[in-house]
């Protein structure tokens, strides 16, 4: 079947400019979570959405960053004003119940601001 | 502050040999403790546990929690070269699904 699903997979963008990353949960997965990756770091959390719930946001590092989830199913995590700090692998994951079960990972999106 | 931290960083051994990974942790609210090995991108789930002195067992791979003590470890014996990846762990939060990781551990298993 069709697992979690991100897009593009590798975005190079100048400092500065505005970027979109995509997400596609597996189907039905009520639960969707963003994480970001530095190099050689492990995952960061960014922001929580469970069901119509109001999302978690506590780990997005600043407002440039935002994310929304249209329909209960694909998110979009927008970063404004990039800079050469935000590059990082973007990673999404998502889980059929919010805060009990395993969460299963997409392939990321690999960021460099330049 | 909510914290999870794994050691070693990194692991060099050879093909045949038994590694154990540690990760502690000092959080709020705590809910579970997951482990996930990442080989390129996608971490993909290897154990959830929730109760103390329980192991899980898959193939070579086993992992047990203490609650009392705050932490786990994670075990694999035999070890492949295929077993060469970023051991990942990570703390589930029981009033959200946020998970807190800690930094990793780099696996590398030499034939």
């Known amino acids: 079947g069709a697992g979690v699903s991100q897009s593009p997979s590798n975005k190079v963008t100048e400092k500065g400019k505005d970027v979109e990353l995509r997400c596609d949960p597996i189907?039905?997965?009520?639960?969707l979570y963003w994480y970001r990756q530095s190099l050689g770091q492990g995952l960061e959390f960014l922001i929580y959405?469970?069901?119509?719930?109001?999302?978690?946001k506590s780990g997005l590092p600043s407002d440039r960053f935002s994310a929304e989830r249209t329909g209960g199913s694909v998110s979009t995590l927008t970063i404004q004003r990039t800079q050469q700090e935000d590059s990082a692998v973007y990673l999404c994951?998502?889980?059929?119940?919010?805060?009990?079960?395993?969460?299963?990972f997409g392939p990321g999106t690999r960021l460099t601001v330049t | 502050e909510d914290k999870v931290v794994q050691s070693p960083l990194s692991l060099v051994v050879h093909e045949g040999d038994t590694v154990t990974l540690n990760c502690s942790y000092e959080?709020?609210?705590?809910?579970?403790l997951l482990w996930y090995k990442q080989e390129k991108k996608a971490p993909t789930f290897l154990f959830m546990l929730?109760?103390?002195?329980i192991e899980k067992k898959s193939g070579r791979l086993s992992s047990i929690l203490d609650k009392k003590e705050l932490f786990s470890i994670l075990n694999i014996t035999a070890t492949q070269t295929g077993d060469s990846a970023i051991y990942l762990c990570?703390?589930?939060?029981?009033?959200?699904?946020?998970?807190?990781f800690g930094q990793g551990t780099t696996l590398q298993v030499k034939p």
């Open positions: 994951a998502s889980s059929n119940a919010g805060g009990s079960t395993q969460q299963y």
């Open positions: 189907s039905g997965h009520t639960a």
């Open positions: 929730t109760s103390s002195g």
């Open positions: 959405f469970q069901g119509n719930s109001a999302p978690d």
């Open positions: 959080v709020t609210n705590f809910r579970s």
């Open positions: 990570a703390v589930l939060f029981s009033n959200t699904g946020k998970l807190i």
